[in-house]
């Protein structure tokens, strides 16, 4: 594995053959996807930690999802990839829509844990919310309830991940995501004419298996997998039924 620099964003890029591009979600770093990568041997794999995130300082001027796809390309572009699968989670299913609407010759294929298609009213309220009370009191309160609200109960190793994932964030770019958030609008699906994997979580609070049908119902190749008993971070609560889904997703997908 290698850090890839691209201005201040780093960028883990590891093993050879078809990329795919790893998209992490509010609260996540690269490591989000830790859980899955013993299960892609074969891939080359290049996981952002996205401005304001993880290892990666918020960069000026860009606000936004449309920003945070921005910078992606910049990563792309860095690493020499001109085509890809991309995998997302919760925020990062946003992005990775909006880079298959937008350079839809450089999406092979999606993958999306906990998809999203836009926030409801009153998520995005709480996402407002959510960004002051992170630069005023920092990330020690949220990582409490976002923790408990979003992992499903019985997984306390994945609780504890989701828990250090949060505390460590930035305080300043988590509230920059939230803002992003609470402010996107939903891609036009009906534009993504790639292969796409849906995977909900059977009780995921934050993206219900009912938003994931609906954008099945809009994304016109695409299958939905539900994962029973679990939340909004299955990666780390359901890691082998994560990565069984993956795998045969990226297979299928293959050109080689």
């Known amino acids: ?86 995998v997302g989670h ?9 880079l298959a609407v937008d350079h839809p010759k450089i999406v092979q294929s999606l993958t999306l844990f906990g998809p999203i298609l836009e926030p409801p009213a009153a998520a995005r309220t709480g996402l407002s919310e959510r960004a002051a009370t992170a630069q005023r009191e920092g990330m020690a309160g949220i990582a409490e309830a976002v923790h408990k609200a979003s992992v499903s109960s019985g997984k306390p190793v994945a609780a504890a991940f989701v828990r250090e994932s949060l505390l460590r964030q930035d305080a300043k770019g ?35 298996v009912a938003m994931a049908e609906q954008m099945k119902q809009k994304l016109p190749r695409s299958k939905l997998e539900i994962i029973p008993e679990v939340a909004h971070w299955m990666m780390m609560e359901a890691p082998e039924r994560s990565a069984e889904l993956l795998r045969a997703h990226l297979d299928s997908n293959s050109i080689s």
């Open 1 to 86: 594995m290698v850090d890839i620099s691209v201005g201040s964003m780093k960028v883990e890029d590891q093993g050879e053959g078809e990329a795919v591009v790893m998209i992490h979600g509010l609260g996540g770093t690269s490591n989000s996807f830790q859980t899955l990568i013993s299960a892609v041997n074969g891939y080359r794999i290049v996981r952002p930690d996205l401005p304001g995130a993880g290892r990666s300082p918020l960069r000026p001027g860009r606000p936004g999802i449309a920003g945070l796809a921005s910078s992606v390309l910049d990563c792309l572009k860095t690493a020499g990839v001109t085509k890809a699968h991309f």
């Open 90 to 98: 919760s925020m990062g299913t946003i992005v990775c829509q909006y």
């Open 174 to 208: 988590y509230a920059a995501h939230c803002l992003a958030l609470s402010s996107v609008e939903a891609a036009t699906l009906a534009k993504i004419n790639c292969s796409t994997l849906l995977i909900a979580g059977e009780t995921d609070p934050v993206a219900p």
